[in-house]
């Protein structure tokens, strides 16, 4: 396959390499993603993590499998593995579902390559195309709370939510951005902070708790957010934390957008009550672990609920942001995300 390289993803002589998002910002470190277990255990260990790259890099890693010489039966059991790696993360499954039909071909090798690479290359556009889309939403002077990570490390592209802030900023229209620190595994912390300083973005980083003080204090004029999936009734599946910005940003009166591709969408998943909340560890809850050795701040044998994503009902959305365009909660209501009937 060609040499190809995105923020976190890259293919270097035929192997798959993903850059360790735990790591960052403190270490800039490329893991090896060769087989179906490594790139399995990535996923689950969030060391690749964003719904579009989680789909990319299980699509490349397929791809590569094919030229390797892997054949038709094992290529089917390494999609399967692959596919129950991320369970709330829509977008996994979507491109899953077509390197499926790729399999298919009499020509499988070949048909797997070109679709994983034309997924990238879609990605690419499509997140050009959200940000086309959400900037022309965003005010001179706006203040945006952004939570967790949807920029460039999440994506193939400029990302999502983040994807529209930096174009916003591009455009003189973007004072200020509020990071969430994004508990438990502060990927607005460690990632969406790094990026946006490193595109030279002014922005502040709080902890989660802090967004409610800095809505009433009216230093907040709009919420900017991503999605790992959207139902057919337009409730949106987001990192845990987003639904609580979106209940305050309604108390405020504060705009609350979602911007996501089209393949973030589910059309054949009726509500958010339909969405499998994927639970994680609890030691993400207890303690915190890095080259500084762990710490456990928590009692031992300490009961804990983690889920990793939460709901927000479509009810409290302003605007969900597309790669197709902004959809309204007009258009929501009256069925634009639920499947077309013949």
């Known amino acids: 396959m060609q040499t190809l390289q995105t923020t976190s993803l890259k293919i270097i002589d035929n192997q798959l390499w993903i850059l360790d998002q735990q790591a960052l910002p403190q270490q800039k470190n490329w893991l090896s993603a060769g087989s179906t277990d490594a790139l399995v255990s990535h996923i689950h260990a969030l060391r690749v993590r964003g719904a579009p790259l989680i789909g990319l890099s299980a699509s490349l890693l397929l791809a590569l499998q094919a030229e390797q010489?892997?054949?038709?039966?094992?290529?089917?059991?390494?999609?399967?593995?692959?596919?129950?790696?991320?369970?709330?993360?829509?977008?996994?499954?979507?491109?899953?579902?077509r390197m499926q039909e790729a399999l298919a071909a009499e020509d499988y090798v070949t048909a797997l390559v070109r679709e994983a690479?034309?997924?990238?290359?879609?990605?690419r556009q499509l997140c050009d195309n959200i940000a086309q889309?959400?900037?022309?939403?965003?005010?001179?002077?706006?203040?945006?709370?952004?939570?967790?990570?949807?920029?460039?490390?999440?994506?193939a592209g400029v990302g999502t939510a983040l994807g529209v802030i930096t174009r916003g900023w591009q455009q003189g229209k973007v004072a200020h951005v509020w990071?969430?620190?994004?508990?438990?595994?502060?990927?607005?912390?460690?990632?969406?902070?790094?990026?946006?300083?490193?595109?030279g973005i002014p922005c502040q980083l709080i902890t989660d708790s802090m967004a409610a003080a800095l809505m009433a204090d009216g230093q907040v004029d709009a919420i900017w957010v991503g999605a790992d999936r959207i139902a057919a009734n337009g409730d949106v599946a987001n990192k845990i934390g987003t639904y609580s910005l979106a209940v305050l940003a309604r108390y405020h009166g504060i705009p609350f957008y979602?911007?996501?591709?089209?393949?973030?969408?589910?059309?054949?998943?009726?509500?958010?009550?339909?969405?499998?909340?994927e639970q994680r560890a609890a030691a993400e809850v207890t303690g915190v672990a890095g080259s500084f050795g762990a710490v456990q701040w928590a009692p031992e044998n300490i009961r804990v609920h983690n889920p990793?994503?939460?709901?927000?009902?479509?009810?409290?959305?302003?605007?969900?942001v597309l790669d197709t365009g902004l959809?309204?909660?007009?258009?929501?209501a009256e069925g634009i995300f639920r499947p077309q009937t013949a």
């Open 258 to 277: 979602v911007a996501a591709p089209h393949t973030t969408l589910d059309r054949h998943c009726p509500s958010g009550k339909d969405i499998p909340i």
């Open 308 to 320: 990793a994503f939460d709901v927000t009902p479509a009810a409290l959305i302003s605007g969900w």
């Open 69 to 97: 010489g892997m054949s038709r039966a094992d290529l089917q059991d390494s999609l399967l593995t692959l596919r129950a790696a991320r369970p709330t993360a829509v977008n996994l499954m979507n491109n899953l579902d």
């Open 179 to 199: 990071v969430g620190e994004t508990r438990p595994l502060l990927q607005g912390g460690r990632l969406t902070a790094w990026e946006l300083s490193e595109s």
């Open 117 to 123: 690479l034309r997924l990238v290359d879609e990605d």
């Open 133 to 155: 889309a959400g900037t022309p939403l965003i005010t001179a002077g706006s203040r945006i709370l952004t939570h967790c990570n949807t920029g460039g490390l999440a994506t």
């Open 327 to 332: 959809i309204t909660p007009e258009q929501v």
